[in-house]
């Protein structure tokens, strides 16, 4: 059972604009929404991180809002650089977890 | 500071061959340890977990087996490889804090 969905499975910005990449998930029991990078070859690193508290965290251009009743969770890449070019994951877990749970991955491309 | 090694980068394997891949992690103590496969332009599946020396937690019925010999040290394992194994196979640990940190993966192809 699918227990985080995100989308879009891909992503094409020019250079400058605004990327958002949305996750949904269904059990209310999460409290830790991480998002990580991936560049090709590479292992997923870790971007930026939120726990339900708060509605946003922002660090630098990256920037995760946070909607708790609607249990979805979104990153914005403010200024998309080509240099941002690579898969994004979001995730979840519950307190003192043992696993996190990994969306499918969005591509995104930002041509210069 | 903590580190992860995994090993090889790349591996090239026939059918029915056996399997082995190895992590290890360095400057911690008791870390979590996780095997990932990630399929070609696909999410990352949790295979197996690791909370202390011995214990393993699968989480998919599969060709695979894990074993947790030394408190850092993370073994991946199939007697008989299938074409359906070949992936990107990635270990994590996790330590007191929240976040994973990865190994830079093996690329696995069965042929």
């Known amino acids: 059972q699918q227990q985080v969905k995100q989308s879009p499975q891909s992503l094409i910005v020019q250079k400058g604009g605004i990327s958002i990449i949305n996750c949904a998930y269904e059990n209310t029991a999460f409290d830790y929404f991480p998002w990580y990078q991936q560049f090709p070859g590479k292992g997923p690193a870790l971007l930026i991180a939120i726990r339900p508290d708060v509605s946003e965290k922002k660090e630098g251009r990256f920037t995760i809002s946070f909607n708790k009743s609607a249990k979805q969770f979104s990153l914005h890449i403010m200024d998309s650089q080509p240099g941002d070019s690579a898969t994004y994951f979001c995730?979840?877990?519950?307190?003192?977890?043992?696993?996190?749970?990994f969306g499918a991955g969005t591509r995104l491309a930002v041509h210069p | 500071s903590q580190t992860i090694h995994q090993w090889p980068a790349t591996l090239v394997q026939p059918v029915g061959s056996p399997l082995s891949l190895e992590c290890t992690v360095e400057g911690t103590s008791n870390p979590n340890l996780y095997w990932y496969r990630q399929a070609a332009g696909r999410g990352l599946q949790l295979l197996f977990y690791?909370?202390?020396?011995?214990?393993i937690s699968s989480e998919v019925p599969q060709n695979l087996s894990a074993s947790r010999p030394q408190d850092r040290q993370f073994i991946l394992s199939s007697k008989k490889l299938l074409l359906s194994d070949s992936g990107f196979y990635l270990c994590?640990?996790?330590?007191?804090?929240?976040?994973?940190?990865f190994g830079s993966g093996t690329r696995l192809t069965v042929v």
């Open positions: 995730a979840l877990a519950r307190g003192g977890y043992n696993k996190l749970i």
């Open positions: 690791s909370v202390g020396i011995g214990q």
């Open positions: 994590a640990w996790r330590g007191t804090g929240d976040g994973y940190t």
